[in-house]
């Protein structure tokens, strides 16, 4: 079966309120301020308590604001809600991402193996928070910016997938061009290529650079993930243009897994890749 997202599809004419993930963040703030009004504290004293400002409280009671998982946490515990707030955590977590990434971020939080091929641009996994920053900026049309500070704080969670117990295995193959191209400027771009190197030496990541002068390459068709599930299944996503799609078909799977395979073998090794990361490092 392959299943379509298409939910992003006139996103310019969409009001906040009509975003899909919106009613659990505004029942979250709702039950939120029950919860404070019943303890008796003001926005101030309780923001006071957690270290977040009155406006940050109010926005979040407004469902103006996506509360972080630090916050939830703390106000739970502040407040006594015996679990009532963390609870939605997870569903309020995932409202954080673009509709159209809703479902593949929940299967990347929990996997056991990700196969990642990069085009465009760096995997969101592996960015720098400049990086992030510069990339969801330069989005058109204009993203406001409180969803540019949703988004990179929810950019940046994922990567917690990097430390996890266990860790999940994980391998990129990203093009050459994706390393060259300064998105951000050439400081940000250096920084990001050192994040990459240190990151493919953790062990359970693998990361392969498809130079641009390789004659083959057998996904031309564009980006793609593999995703292996905790629950045994293995999933692929793609996307373009802010549309995205999950595939279980056995089908079209298995195509993709050859793809990516041979990719792999078309690739630089990965200490081949991190050689090449240095030398262009060293570049001017």
């Known amino acids: 079966m392959t299943v379509a997202r298409d939910e992003e599809a006139g996103r310019s004419r969409q009001r906040p309120e009509d975003e899909p993930g919106a009613g659990v963040v505004t029942a979250f703030g709702r039950q939120l301020k029950l919860l404070r009004t019943r303890a008796g504290l003001e926005r101030t004293e309780f923001g006071r ?8 409280v109010a926005s979040i009671e407004q469902g103006r604001r996506i509360p972080q998982a630090r916050f939830i946490e703390r106000a739970d515990e502040v407040l006594g809600a015996g679990g009532l707030l963390t609870a939605l955590k997870e569903e309020v977590g995932r409202a954080q991402y673009p ?12 996997a056991t193996a990700l196969n990642l091929y990069a085009v465009f641009a760096v995997p969101g996994l592996l960015q720098t ?17 409180e969803i540019i500070e949703q988004r990179l704080d929810a950019r940046l969670a994922r990567q917690q997938v990097f430390s996890r117990k266990p860790a999940p295995l ?9 390393l060259r191209r300064p998105l951000g400027g050439r400081k940000v771009m250096r920084e990001s290529l050192e994040r990459i190197l240190l990151t493919a030496q953790l062990r359970h990541v693998e990361v392969q650079v498809m130079p641009i002068d390789r004659e083959d390459n057998a996904a031309l068709g564009g980006p793609f993930t593999l995703i292996d599930t905790d629950k045994g299944q293995r999933v692929a996503y793609a996307e373009v243009q802010d549309d995205s799609r999950l595939y279980t078909d056995a089908t079209k799977l298995r195509e993709l897994e050859a793809r990516y395979g041979i990719l792999r073998s078309q690739a630089l090794t990965p200490s081949e890749s991190s050689a090449f990361i240095e030398r262009l490092l060293g570049e001017p």
């Open 49 to 56: 308590r957690l270290g977040y400002s009155a406006e940050t």
């Open 99 to 110: 509709a159209y990434f809703r479902d593949a971020a929940r299967l990347e939080a929990r």
């Open 129 to 145: 928070e400049d990086y992030a920053r510069a990339v969801f900026q330069m989005q058109r049309p204009l993203l406001p910016d």
């Open 170 to 178: 994980m391998s990129f193959v990203i093009e050459e061009a994706v």
